[in-house]
């Protein structure tokens, strides 16, 4: 994706041995269509190669590009498939969908959506954008951020879901293996009638030359079905090697394994938080270059009052079992929306420091610091400054579960690629992160979590484990019961619970 018309488009053309391929797999699978369309469809690839496997089918083409309708419409016209072809220019997020497919009977609907997220066409001003929605009805800050953002084609597909809602229907799309993934759990929660699903694995390095996850992503509507998902490892697969589906409110990336091990889900007695979110990281995070002074990623040394400067481990620091951290970071808030110039009354010199600095401040893009303090940030709160922490990289692919202490009577605290939560005393951080890493543990994680997410653990998931039923199997449960009496809303709950 080189040119700015390639990002905004996300425009990857289907070769037309791929196409065939898909094709060649939707037939063997018996399936059996009188009308195929293509919402986007691009140079026309896929619906020349439908043309070919299925003879009596008529054909309907939409895209927003008019050079690549033309291509597609000479490709089809050279082919001899004109007349059963119906091209048409159009935008498909502003075009009547439900209008377009109401006379279609024995539809299936095939593509290769645009491989772009929302952001990404955002960050380059680009106008190829559907109108603003949030697709999982989240909130406040959850909807600002990167939980918001999603893939055009993740969109693209829910759109044309929920227009063919009830009605039989096939959907057979090429598209990143995680945006399909979101599909199903937004069409599984939301009642979009899926009646089966698969997804077959497709070489994206090959085809496309992208190193991401990809597949055949075929969906058959009409009804409710179960809510699970055969997973293929190549397009000739005749036999799925797993299935994925919807547990409680949320994915399992192995249900086989996971309904074994499911008596590991239950009430997390924890509240995992993530880190703090600046993106300032030029100014804010530092190395410290002698007393009381410091150097930023701008090269810049400075004095500024300890106080206010805290240890500061990112994620690359936890999967490398650092035992000290690199970096220091200049904290200018110790919970959302605090007067950083109150804050800074008795530390003149680091508020002097931020003030310097305020364009860095005032160029983040991030619409959740729209109006806030100038030096406003996310992530931190009373949590943020217990002495011991459980924590870990949340982008890394094996979870690792770290104890993390004070260094020089300073909590230490986390970038925002960190999850933690907030331990009483050295015991119960000790014991906890024991648990976490034990293999049974690590085993249900492994049920739970796609390795190929960009996030492969989320606040959501750690918040599923069941702490005691695991504490019990690894012989931990009286130790962690003794290190929990410490804790101050541990020692409310046990003042319910005992007689």
Request: charged share 20%.
């Amino acid at each position: 994706m080189k040119t700015f018309g390639k990002v905004e488009f996300g425009d990857f053309q289907t070769p037309l041995a791929l196409a065939r391929a898909v094709c060649g797999t939707l037939h063997r699978l018996g399936l059996r269509a009188d009308n195929i369309l293509e919402p986007t469809c691009g140079e026309g690839s896929l619906l020349l190669a439908a043309a070919e496997f299925f003879p009596d089918t008529k054909l309907f083409g939409f895209e927003i590009n008019e050079q690549h309708l033309a291509a597609a419409g000479a490709r089809l016209a050279s082919a001899g498939h004109s007349p059963r072809t119906r091209l048409q220019t159009a935008d498909f997020f502003t075009h009547d969908w439900e209008a377009e497919l109401a006379s279609l009977d024995n539809l299936l609907v095939i593509g290769n959506p645009p491989w772009v997220t929302q952001a990404a066409v955002g960050g380059l001003a680009g106008r190829n954008l559907p109108k603003k929605s949030n697709l999982d009805g989240l909130r406040g800050l959850a909807a600002k951020t990167g939980k918001a953002n999603f893939d055009i084609a993740e969109w693209i597909l829910i759109r044309l879901l929920r227009a063919l809602r009830g009605r039989p229907a096939t959907v057979a799309v090429l598209c990143k293996t995680a945006t399909a993934r979101k599909v199903l759990r937004h069409a599984w929660r939301n009642d979009l009638r899926v009646a089966s699903a698969s997804l077959y694995a497709v070489d994206a390095a090959a085809h496309f030359g992208v190193a991401v996850e990809a597949c055949l992503f075929i969906l058959r509507l009409g009804h409710n079905g179960r809510e699970e998902a055969d997973l293929y490892r190549d397009l000739e697969a005749v036999a799925p090697w797993r299935q994925i589906g919807l547990a409680g409110q949320d994915l399992v990336s192995d249900l086989t394994a996971y309904r074994l091990q499911s008596k590991y889900e239950g009430v997390h007695p924890y509240q995992w938080r993530s880190g703090v979110k600046h993106d300032c990281a030029s100014v804010l995070e530092l190395t410290r270059c002698g007393a009381n002074r410091y150097r930023n990623k701008l090269g810049q040394e400075t004095e500024l009052e300890t106080e206010v400067v805290y240890p500061w481990f990112k994620g690359t620091d936890l999967k490398n079992d650092a035992v000290a951290t690199r970096f220091s970071l200049l904290l200018p808030q110790t919970y959302p929306g605090e007067d950083t110039a109150v804050r800074f009354r008795d530390a003149p010199l680091a508020l002097r420091y931020l003030q310097q600095h305020q364009p860095a401040f005032a160029a983040r893009k991030s619409s959740i610091y729209l109006r806030r303090d100038r030096f406003a940030i996310f992530g931190v709160g009373d949590y943020s400054f217990a002495a011991w922490k459980v924590a870990l990289s949340a982008l890394h692919r094996q979870p690792r579960f770290v104890a993390v202490g004070p260094e020089a009577g300073r909590p230490v605290l986390f970038d925002d690629t960190c999850y933690f939560i907030a331990m009483s005393s050295q015991q119960e951080a000790t014991v906890v992160a024991q648990i976490l890493n034990s293999q049974p543990c690590q085993d249900f994680l492994s049920t739970l979590t796609f390795p190929g997410a960009k996030r492969t653990v989320t606040v959501d998931l750690l918040q599923r484990l069941n702490l005691s039923a695991l504490a019990r199997v690894v012989g931990l449960e009286k130790a962690w019961l003794e290190s929990r009496r410490q804790h101050p809303m541990a020692q409310l709950e046990l003042a319910v619970s005992e007689p």
